[in-house]
């Protein structure tokens, strides 16, 4: 059983920056690929990025490459998303999900958090 938690959401003007962290509580934690995924309101749950179990494949939504970085620290069970330059348009609710295989698809992931929430103003 995973139970990944959430962390770092807030209010950022655009242009500036939050780090999210999803720390997940199990001992197997390396045995998962962790991804990120954002819901707006009024729309569907959307893929932002994704990283494998020891970080060699990385997946990321085309409108924040360049933006975002997705890592992980196996040692802290933890796994983080910087998010630079942000727009008014990212904000969303913010969730972390673990599940066996770094995916764009939600499916694809067995364990969900509660999510944080990100609201960037113009």
Not at 45 to 58: D, P, Q, Y
Not at 77 to 88: D, I
């Amino acid at each position: 059983q995973v139970q990944p938690v959430e962390s770092g959401g807030g209010l950022v003007q655009a242009g500036g920056s939050l780090r999210l962290s999803c720390a997940a509580s199990t001992r197997t934690f390396s045995n998962y690929a962790m991804g990120w995924f954002r819901q707006a309101p009024e729309k569907e749950r959307e893929f932002v990025a994704a990283i494998s179990w020891n970080s060699g494949i990385i997946y990321y939504v085309d409108s924040v490459k360049g933006r975002f970085t997705i890592s992980r620290d196996n040692t802290k069970n933890t796994v983080y998303l910087q998010m630079n330059s942000l727009k008014p348009e990212d904000t969303a609710v913010y969730y972390c999900a673990a599940g066996p295989y770094s995916s764009r698809a939600p499916l694809e992931y067995d364990y969900w958090g509660h999510g944080t929430q990100v609201t960037v103003s113009s």
